[in-house]
């Protein structure tokens, strides 16, 4: 029996126990009937440059979610509020060979005896543009006074929005002391659960911890326990994108009514895996979104392809702080010339460091040669900027994953679009970086 179908018989702690085996293969189905036709899409990209504002109400807090959508989708929008994805914790329990703030885990990077006192004077100084905090970069729940910080940020700016990803130490963190327990219960409005294999020996092995796939069930199931939205985010890699495992990780998914998030590879300095090769991924999406439907798609490459078009949060009041420090535009992009500030040397104001060359260099477009002629120019604006600078060097080349590069044809998903499903989640990620996510139930095709 595979893991997930134990758990479903025997509930979640003989899952952790009983787990061994790979999810079987599941039976490919006609692609063609898995989709919906763009006549049934729940999704209507505006036209013209305009702002969407969705209210949604989560957790029983009301609050605006920023879903920013233009068109052309690549030029300057006007957004909201400003998102934050932040990580303080100067080390990590795990040693992923993928990690790609290893850099910014360096401590001699980090000054010494730093307390909170930049970090809470960095959210007085935004608390009124501060729309949401997503803690990752690093595991901050292994850190003691990250739980005091979350506190005080909920103190001073009740209205931000603060989510977490973990690789699965924030449940054993909170069980060893209640106050933690209390300070996520009170304050943490979304988790994002890194979990890569379906197989415990394989999650395990890649996160380099013995109890990596133990640990993300236990957080999983701490936050379905407290009703805390939460999604499992899987590392889109040669290793991780093969239809086994992913039926696995949507079936985890489905246990724990969870969204799967995929983080495709970024080929980072000191990443140790090779980049994902593009026919791979194509096969992977195709896979998943025969199947599933999509929550949020934020990578503008994918997501014109899928016919459901968006920007690029990269540069649009996105901004990441490492724990050296050093505040940048872009989840991937963390070393200079990208840095634009750092919040030890410096009081930072979001909105002046938004007109930095860092963050004007990413936001003003810039059409690869090659995209003139490209009919889904107006939607993928030359794909995700991220992806555009780390394997070409500049936003002047064009995304490595686009199908024209590639000599195929830009209709990934045999011309139908993705259906888009509504969740009540904040679903944090979607508004800093661009990523993919998607609802753990099957599609409504
Ligand atoms: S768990 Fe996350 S922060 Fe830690 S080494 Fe792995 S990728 Fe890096
Ligand atoms: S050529 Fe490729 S990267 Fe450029 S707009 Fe078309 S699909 Fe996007």
């Not at 795990?94 to 000054?111: K, L, Q, W």
């Not at 905090?133 to 595991?139: A, R, S, Y």
Request: glycine residues 8%.
């Amino acid at each position: 029996m595979c893991a997930v179908a134990a758990a479903g018989v025997r509930g979640a702690k003989e899952l952790r126990l009983a787990g061994q085996n790979m999810v079987p293969v599941s039976k490919e189905d006609d692609p063609e009937q898995r989709y919906q036709s763009s006549g049934d899409c729940a999704y209507r990209p505006p036209t013209g440059r305009q702002r969407i504002d969705q209210r949604i109400v989560c957790c029983g807090l009301l609050r605006e979610h920023a879903t920013v959508m233009s068109t052309p989708m690549h030029q300057t929008v006007d957004m909201p509020g400003w998102n934050v994805g932040w990580g303080v914790a100067r080390s990590c329990n795990m040693g992923c060979r993928f990690c790609y703030s290893r850099i910014a885990h360096d401590a001699s990077s980090s000054p010494k005896g730093a307390n909170l006192a930049p970090y809470l004077q960095f959210v007085r100084d935004n608390a009124l543009e501060l729309a949401t905090i997503n803690w990752g970069t690093t595991e901050n729940t292994t850190a003691g006074e990250w739980y005091e910080l979350v506190s005080a940020i909920q103190g001073i700016a009740p209205h931000v929005v603060q989510a977490v990803t973990t690789n699965g130490y924030l449940a054993r963190a909170c069980r060893a002391d209640v106050g933690r327990e209390e300070v996520f219960v009170r304050c943490v409005r979304e988790v994002d659960v890194s979990l890569d294999f379906c197989s415990p020996e394989r999650h395990n092995l890649f996160r380099g911890h013995p109890e990596a796939f133990a640990m993300a069930l236990e957080t999983l199931e701490f936050c379905r326990r407290h009703s805390v939205p939460r999604s499992l985010v899987m590392l889109a890699c040669g290793e991780t994108l093969f239809p086994e495992n992913l039926d696995g990780l949507f079936r985890i998914a489905a246990h724990y009514d969870a969204h799967v998030r995929l983080s495709i590879l970024r080929p980072v300095r000191g990443c140790q895996l090779a980049p994902l090769d593009y026919g791979q991924l194509r096969a992977g999406l195709r896979w998943i979104t025969e199947r599933h439907d999509a929550v949020s798609l934020s990578d503008p490459l994918f997501a014109a392809l899928a016919g459901c078009p968006t920007s690029d949060p990269a540069g649009l009041r996105s901004a990441r702080i490492l724990p050296n420090g050093d505040v940048t535009p872009c989840t991937y992009l963390i070393e200079p010339p990208w840095v634009a500030a750092n919040i030890y040397r410096e009081r930072v104001q979001l909105n002046e460091i938004g007109s930095r060359w860092a963050f004007r260099a990413l936001r003003e477009p810039v059409q690869p040669e090659p995209c003139r002629e490209c009919t889904l120019w107006s939607a993928c604006g030359g794909g995700a900027k991220d992806r555009r600078i780390l394997a070409g060097g500049s936003l002047a080349t064009r995304d490595p994953y686009c199908p024209r590069l590639h000599d195929d044809g830009l209709h990934w998903f045999s011309g139908r679009t993705a259906h888009m499903k509504e969740s009540s989640a904040p679903l944090v990620h979607a508004a800093y970086l661009s990523t993919l996510i998607f609802a753990h139930g099957a599609g409504n095709n």
